[in-house]
């Protein structure tokens, strides 16, 4: 009897041990990518994919235009690698969700909002990134922060990004920046970074004076900067007190007692600050670099600078680098190849006034295609052409299979396909729905065949207790 006990014992742990190796050998690509390996983005629907896993390891494996897609910037504590790819014509019109504290000159502290592709960066890293033609447009009645890469950065790294793009923020609260890579951040350093931006500030609220920031780096705070170039074009209109610089608008070390050696090396700003502050009590900070510094603790050495202070005095009108109304534009729209992204240049006929926008992607020649993602009933696949004259890779989407009409008398099963709501697609992740049933049936078999044995084993252990 105690030998029929033993081997009934062994087959149940047989069975769990069974089980449970069918359940891990499915649940892997549950959990995304093998070990170490960033998520790969292939098109501007992958870019959901951030959104969805804040905290996850991306790579950009071409170049993605953002023309068509809604941006809500993410807060993020992972890794995206650009690739030396470029995110084209990305829109950011509202601030992402998280707040965190910033401090004015004096100390006082507000809740915060931030906007840019991210809004919070923490923790995180950025890096081989372009962006190029990014558009930040965001009104707020909230202290805000606003910048390209993000909106706020502490314990972070920025590295070896490019920015192109246009940053502006319209106002209404008492705290409130703009900056060309950051808006407000520390203890977290931006290197070898290029950012020519055109940055436009304005405070809609008269009555109150505000604490306002401009930088072509970041607009205040302590971030680390070695070995960028900076060209900035920026307007700000301030009925309260303005801190502009080059680079930064101003530099404090926070929280008040903090201690920090940073440094800003290495660096080039070029370009103008095109301002006004209207109060009784006018300061302005308004310098190449710095705007101003609240504590001096930061190595400095190696930066130069081509940079123009331009004051105005009218607080009439909000200062923008175009005036003229109408629409009275000359377009030219240049194709992209190889090397170059296309755009579209817009001329005013009646002032001259120029900018580029509507950028396209690099235009490649390739002759045949590899599919990497097979496209399934539910998800777009992707296929890899290498361009036959640059030998850059780039992909393209293989639209979902489509199931075989069958030919009955009524085409019932197409009403249903269409009714079908989108949301309930699978994401590319959970792509593998077939193995998550394949995996419920074998754990359901399993755990009966378990319940079977132990009710078999119990039955028999009884038996043999009662026949002694
Ligand atoms: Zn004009
Ligand atoms: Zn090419």
Request: hydrophobic fraction near 35%.
């Amino acid at each position: 009897m105690k030998h029929l006990k033993i081997k009934g014992i062994m087959i149940l742990v047989r069975f769990v041990l069974a089980a449970l190796t069918v359940a891990s050998v499915c649940m892997i690509p549950l959990t995304g990518n093998a070990e170490g390996e960033p998520v790969k983005i292939y098109s501007a629907k992958d870019m959901e994919l951030i959104a969805k896993n804040p905290d996850g390891d991306f790579v950009l494996m071409d170049d993605i235009d953002m023309k068509d897609v809604s941006w809500k910037p993410v807060d993020f504590t992972g890794t995206l690698d650009g690739n030396d790819h470029a995110i084209l014509n990305l829109n950011v019109t509202e601030t992402s969700e998280a707040t965190r504290v910033t401090y004015d000159g004096n100390y006082k502290t507000y809740d915060t909002y931030f906007a840019g592709l991210f809004g919070v960066l923490e923790d995180a890293e950025v890096k081989n990134l372009i962006l190029k033609g990014i558009n930040v447009n965001v009104e707020k009645d909230e202290p805000c922060f606003v910048g390209s890469v993000a909106g706020f950065c502490e314990k972070s790294r920025i590295v070896n990004c490019s920015i192109e793009g246009i940053i502006r923020l319209d106002a209404n609260s008492k705290m409130f920046g703009v900056g060309g890579i950051v808006g407000y951040g520390g203890d977290a350093s931006i290197t070898e970074t290029d950012a020519d931006v055109t940055l436009i500030c304005i405070d809609h609220d008269k009555e109150n004076r505000d604490e306002q920031f401009m930088g072509g780096g970041y607009s205040a705070g302590y971030i680390d900067v070695d070995k960028c170039s900076i060209k900035i074009d920026g307007y700000d209109s301030d009925h309260g007190y303005v801190h502009d610089g080059g680079l930064v608008g101003m530099y404090i070390l926070y929280p008040l007692g903090n201690n920090y050696a940073g440094y800003i090396n290495n660096t080039r700003v070029e370009g103008m600050i095109t301002f006004f502050e209207d109060n009784t009590d006018r300061r302005a900070y308004c310098k190449d670099f710095i705007g101003e510094v609240m504590n001096w603790t930061y190595e400095y050495v190696g930066n130069s600078s081509d940079f123009t202070r331009n004051e105005i005095k009218d607080y009439s009108k909000d200062l923008l680098p175009h005036y003229c109304e109408g629409n009275d534009y000359t377009k030219e729209t240049v194709e992209g190849s190889c090397e170059e992204y296309g755009y579209t240049l817009y001329k005013c006929n009646e002032c001259g006034y120029s900018y580029k926008a509507d950028y396209t992607m690099k235009i490649h020649t390739v002759d045949s295609w590899e599919t990497v993602i097979e496209p399934t009933f539910e998800e777009e696949g992707m296929e890899e052409g290498t361009c036959k004259l640059c030998g850059a890779k780039t992909y393209r989407s293989v639209p979902v299979k489509e199931e075989e009409v069958i030919e009955e008398p009524e085409p019932v099963i197409e009403n249903i396909e269409i009714t079908e709501p989108e949301e309930q697609k699978p994401a590319v992740k959970e792509k593998n729905g077939g193995s998550d049933s394949l995996l419920g049936i074998f754990v359901a078999v399993g755990l009966v065949v378990c319940v079977a044995l132990t009710v078999a084993i119990v039955v028999v252990l009884i038996r043999g207790r009662r026949r002694r």
